[in-house]
């Protein structure tokens, strides 16, 4: 009986060929990579995108994404609530009581210097609009205009705040973080407070 050895040679080849396979998997994960970061808009990317390492990148990226899923999450909340209204700022003919109206916030950069906050609210709005513009400023914003209007049993507050230091610049998303948090807690508690 004899065995068939295997000789040098094809030895060698397997180890290339392993090699070859896993440098064709690693350009292929690095182009993978590359393209799921070039999704991401450069100015979200601190520090600059090109001093990150890969992993950084990746981290980075999948934070942007769990935002864009927040923001989705709100803006579906923003749509129910105002399908609920007619244009003409009239109730629908199912209109939902003032006292169960979650406030609605949406913040937009107007330009590089500006941003706007709007809080969609009832009547018994649950925060304090004060809160708002601490936060603003904390953020290191001057609010420099305010408008309540009123559509319906719906109450509109827009805030209009420029950035201090323009070079600077503020981090929007932590802005809007915040005043969800103003905005859930009193609502909560609320709630809280009415089953008890």
């Given at each position: 009986?004899?065995?068939?050895?295997?000789?040098?040679?094809?030895?060698?080849?397997?180890?290339?060929?392993?090699?070859?396979?896993?440098?064709?998997?690693?350009?292929?994960?690095?182009?993978?990579?590359?393209?799921?970061?070039?999704?991401?808009?450069?100015?979200?990317?601190?520090?600059?995108?090109?001093?990150?390492?890969?992993?950084?990148?990746?981290?980075?990226?999948?934070?942007?994404?769990?935002?864009?899923?927040?923001?989705?999450?709100?803006?579906?909340?923003k749509k129910?609530l105002l399908?609920?209204?007619?244009?003409?700022?009239?109730?629908?003919?199912?209109?939902?009581?003032?006292?169960?109206?979650?406030?609605?916030?949406?913040?937009?950069?107007?330009?590089?210097?500006?941003?706007?906050?709007?809080?969609?609210?009832?009547?018994?709005?649950?925060?304090?609009?004060?809160?708002?513009?601490?936060?603003?400023q904390e953020?290191?914003?001057?609010?420099?205009?305010?408008?309540?209007?009123?559509?319906?049993?719906?109450?509109?507050?827009?805030?209009?705040?420029?950035?201090?230091?323009?070079?600077?610049?503020?981090?929007?998303?932590?802005?809007?973080?915040?005043?969800?948090?103003?905005?859930?807690?009193?609502?909560?508690?609320?709630?809280?407070?009415?089953?008890?």
């Amino acid at each position: 009986m004899s065995t068939a050895a295997s000789s040098p040679g094809s030895a060698n080849g397997n180890k290339l060929d392993r090699k070859t396979v896993e440098r064709n998997r690693r350009m292929h994960m690095k182009g993978l990579c590359l393209r799921l970061t070039s999704l991401v808009p450069p100015h979200y990317f601190e520090p600059s995108k090109d001093l990150l390492s890969q992993q950084d990148q990746l981290d980075q990226t999948a934070a942007y994404i769990k935002e864009l899923k927040e923001r989705i999450d709100e803006l579906k909340a923003k749509k129910e609530l105002l399908a609920l209204m007619n244009i003409d700022g009239n109730t629908s003919s199912t209109p939902i009581p003032a006292s169960f109206i979650v406030p609605v916030v949406e913040l937009r950069e107007l330009g590089s210097s500006n941003i706007e906050v709007v809080v969609v609210s009832g009547f018994d709005k649950n925060f304090r609009l004060c809160d708002i513009i601490s936060v603003l400023q904390e953020e290191g914003t001057d609010v420099i205009s305010t408008n309540i209007s009123r559509a319906g049993d719906r109450v509109f507050h827009t805030l209009h705040a420029q950035v201090k230091v323009c070079r600077v610049g503020v981090d929007t998303t932590r802005i809007w973080q915040r005043l969800q948090e103003i905005m859930s807690f009193p609502y909560l508690c609320g709630d809280l407070q009415s089953l008890f």
